[in-house]
């Protein structure tokens, strides 16, 4: 094949992905929903604790709260199991000294591909917000913490929802498969990143609202119809979306900013942090999205400069396994609607 098109070339990437994907079982896209711990400081010293954990499939992430040591339960916690969480009520007593610089723990926060979002309110009106993480399942509690290390906790929160999201990935991956130029590459990029920001910022703003699963099940249609574009491309065949692939992007980017607005939706946050969280999360999509089409971009021409060649019978394979993977994820979304 000629031009900027890498074709099967890419098959051992491919590969490696769906090898990793069949590996994980929690790789089925976005169902990484994080933990929410919010703490709300009635009097000095006693707190009111609201601690959500998802519920996959029936069975709760095996995420424990721990507070430090000398917190104690001044009532007797409550527990409630709603359909997509358990939430437990706690009221604690925590001495004069309060939480200042107290660790926060989430054990078995690092077994899961998810994460804890944090927010406290103080009786003096100041607020704080924290996130935990596989790679360090703890926060410590500092409400002087600045308006920059928020900021900074959402653009990796947008890394690294990007990056778990298998189906925005592989949909991004279906693009590069399908355009063949790099200009046509760089319009139909910007095209999804445009699309998808404007429904993000939609979404978290309280402007549309819709249900999850719905989306979820039109996300995976659009990495199938994709599937589908790239197998007729490159049996020589034309439609409208291979030859307007920046207006397909477009549309299904729309969608799939939904996708990625249930994130900051769940963890409920405060109005005086939604276009801070908003906008920081945004650049961490763009900047995990971008690390992603690059790394491909850059093994597709190691691959070349190397001289892989495969049988041209594989050349539709990659095409084969985005679609299949698309159907799947459809099939199982469907059921779970």
Do not use: C
């Amino acid at each position: 094949m000629s031009g900027f098109h890498p074709g099967w070339r890419w098959l051992p990437l491919v590969v490696v992905l769906f090898t990793w994907m069949a590996a994980i079982p929690t790789a089925q896209a976005h169902e990484s929903r994080p933990a929410f711990l919010e703490i709300e400081e009635t009097a000095p010293g006693h707190y009111d604790v609201r601690w959500r954990t998802p519920v996959l499939a029936g069975m709760r992430l095996p995420i424990v709260l721990r507070f430090p040591e000398g917190v104690r339960n001044v009532r007797e916690p409550l527990v409630q199991e709603l359909s997509d969480s358990l939430l437990e009520r706690r009221w604690i007593e925590t001495g004069p000294e309060g939480l200042a610089g107290q660790r926060i723990g989430f054990p078995g926060l690092e077994l899961t591909i998810t994460e804890a979002v944090v927010r406290a309110e103080m009786l003096d009106g100041q607020s704080w917000m924290a996130i935990a993480r596989p790679s360090q399942p703890w926060v410590e509690f500092d409400v002087t913490r600045s308006r920059v290390g928020v900021a900074i906790d959402f653009v990796r929160e947008g890394i690294w929802h990007i990056l778990s999201g298998w189906d925005h990935l592989l949909f991004v991956f279906g693009l590069l498969l399908l355009v063949r130029s790099p200009m046509m590459l760089v319009k139909t990029v910007t095209a999804f990143t445009i699309a998808h920001s404007l429904t993000l910022a939609a979404a978290t703003l309280g402007y549309v609202e819709l249900p999850s699963r719905p989306i979820e099940a039109g996300i995976a249609l659009s990495i199938l119809f994709l599937g589908v574009e790239v197998v007729r491309e490159q049996r020589g065949r034309t439609s409208f979306t291979i030859r307007n692939p920046w207006v397909v992007a477009f549309a299904f980017g729309l969608l799939h900013g939904f996708g990625f607005a249930g994130v900051l939706s769940e963890v409920g946050l405060p109005p005086s942090e939604v276009p801070l969280a908003l906008v920081s999360f945004n650049v961490g999509v763009e900047v995990g999205q971008l690390a992603f089409v690059a790394a491909v971009l850059l093994l597709a021409r190691g691959l070349k400069f190397l001289g892989v060649i495969w049988p041209r019978r594989m050349e539709l394979v990659p095409a084969y396994l985005v679609g299949s993977l698309g159907a799947f994820w459809l099939l199982q979304r469907l059921a779970l609607a």
